[in-house]
């Protein structure tokens, strides 16, 4: 069974082509608006040297490290640039009145 909807930020608060930073006692997150407006919620550290993603930079799907520059594809978690070779975990998200909301499988 699903878990509940976690309101992360408002989708205005973003810029597009943007990444936000959330945490919640548990876990850290990154919050991205592509350039069309797209969100997406991925796990904040990255999987290769646990550098914040939330640091980094959004190109299109993409979202570099700050730390060694590897990318990640924000839709769909998959590794597109070394020296990042393990994919993140992207959460199911969505806009519901005007809030980025996300939750865990
Ligand atoms: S810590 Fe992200 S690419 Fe190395």
């Given amino acids: 069974m699903s878990q509940d909807w976690i ?3 408002d989708f ?13 006692a548990e876990a850290t997150y990154a919050v991205i ?3 069309d407006g797209t969100c997406s919620v991925i796990d904040g550290l990255c999987t290769h040297g646990k550098a914040h993603l ?4 959004v190109d299109g799907t993409t979202i570099e490290c700050p730390k060694h520059n590897g990318r990640f594809n924000v839709l769909t978690g998959e590794p597109v640039a070394s020296p990042v070779r393990v994919a993140t975990t992207v959460y199911q998200t969505r806009v519901n009145d005007g809030k980025i909301e996300f939750r865990k499988p």
Avoid at 12 to 24: E, G, K, L, P, Q
Wanted: aromatic content about 8%; glycine content about 4%; some cysteine.
């Fill in 7 to 9: 309101v992360a930020c």
């Fill in 12 to 24: 205005a608060s973003i810029a597009a082509n943007d990444v936000a930073r959330f945490d919640t």
């Fill in 33 to 35: 608006k592509t350039k």
């Fill in 54 to 57: 939330a640091e980094g930079f």
